[in-house]
């Protein structure tokens, strides 16, 4: 008797081994993030700094985009090329609210106080740190999902570190365009990390098509 493949399952891929544990991984980071949120947010305020306070909304950035994996993970090849690519929209967030910021202040930056952002971006450190840690070992288990999360946690730590050099200099030189430029900085890195996840999920999209016997455009 001939096997046939059902069609509803023609682009649904191969189930991920390692899917129970990279759920359990994304929701823990889910957890941390969003508790951190409040702490880095609350200090940004007091401490008047624009990159910190973009830093802060990363933090939700970074709680949506592991529940979104968390949600997702079950789903076919083409609805997870779809998660992707909304995942990459959602990386631009916090660059649009450190780009709306950083215009605000342009014709009057003022230098932020550098103690407690120094505090806040070591906590973030940490947390960034152990989430990029959870998610190493299962980047590549989620396709565009994990690598999303993978690559938001890693970014997350350079700008902290970023964060407490601009405030080095800050001391130095009394100034608020150290935060201002450190904002441009973060938006770079935002938009490379979209681009990245955007590019596996286009390849997510292709191969979906091709399991589905659809010709490649």
Do not use: C
């Not at 947010?41 to 968390?70: M, P, Q, R, Y």
Request: zero cysteines; glycine letters at 6%.
């Amino acid at each position: 008797m001939e096997h046939t493949t059902r069609p509803s399952d023609e682009n649904r891929p191969p189930a991920d081994v390692g899917a129970p544990l990279l759920r359990r991984t994304v929701l823990v980071v889910a957890v941390l993030n969003f508790s951190y949120f409040f702490v880095e947010f609350s200090v940004a305020l007091v401490a008047g700094s624009v990159s910190l306070l973009a830093d802060s909304v990363d933090f939700l950035e970074d709680t949506a985009i592991n529940l979104l994996i968390f949600a997702a993970l079950g789903w076919p090849l083409a609805r997870r090329a779809i998660a992707g690519k909304s995942m990459a929209v959602i990386i631009l967030g916090p660059a649009a609210v450190a780009a709306w910021t950083a215009i605000q202040r342009v014709f009057d930056p003022v230098a932020p106080d550098v103690t407690p952002l120094v505090l806040a971006s070591l906590g973030a450190i940490a947390i960034n740190g152990a989430s990029a840690w959870l998610l190493t070992s299962v980047r590549h288990a989620g396709g565009s999902l994990s690598r999303a999360a993978f690559l938001s946690a890693r970014n997350d730590v350079l700008v902290n570190v970023a964060i407490i050099a601009m405030g080095v200099v800050t001391v130095w030189t009394q100034s608020g365009w150290p935060d201002l430029v450190l904002g441009s900085f973060i938006i770079l890195l935002a938009l490379h990390a979209a681009y990245e996840v955007w590019e596996v999920s286009e390849e997510e999209r292709l191969a979906a098509k091709a399991l589905a016997g659809e010709p490649i455009d």
